[in-house]
């Protein structure tokens, strides 16, 4: 199964209007998300550091260090996510290697990116 194909058959799926907030910096997480559609814009304050399209992911550090929110997102225009919660995840991760690379580079990217603007 592709990316796509995981985030279009997820259990959870959430429309969101444009503006919406998915998450704020600082909330308690216990789900990473997939772009289905539309974009999403991660920000740190008022910077923005990213924007999403489908097949990427965000909020995965949620699951993974189980800390809060370390960015806000943000639907760019109207979206659809799939949400993912730690038992998908690790299902996901075990069912659908190119998942867990998918995440990791989609993670890696972003790191790279902000450490590079500093």
């Known amino acids: 199964m592709t990316v796509r194909g995981v985030f279009a058959s997820a ?5 969101l ?6 998450f704020a910096a600082g909330d308690e ?5 997939g772009v289905v559609s539309g974009s999403i814009e991660l920000r740190d304050g008022d910077a ?7 097949e990427d992911t965000f909020g995965e550090l949620a699951i993974i260090s189980k800390g809060p929110r370390t960015l806000t997102a943000v ?9 993912i919660d ?12 190119t998942f867990a690379l998918q995440v990791m ?5 972003r790191l790279r990116e ?3 603007g500093r």
């Open 11 to 15: 259990d959870e799926t959430r429309t």
């Open 105 to 109: 580079r989609s993670l890696a990217a």
């Open 86 to 97: 730690e038992r998908t995840f690790l299902f996901l991760v075990h069912e659908t290697p």
């Open 17 to 22: 209007a444009a503006g919406e907030v998915v």
């Open 29 to 33: 997480g216990h789900q990473m998300f």
């Open 114 to 116: 902000r450490e590079s």
């Open 48 to 54: 923005v550091v990213g924007v999403l399209g489908p």
């Open 75 to 83: 639907a760019v225009e109207d979206s659809v996510v799939a949400a």
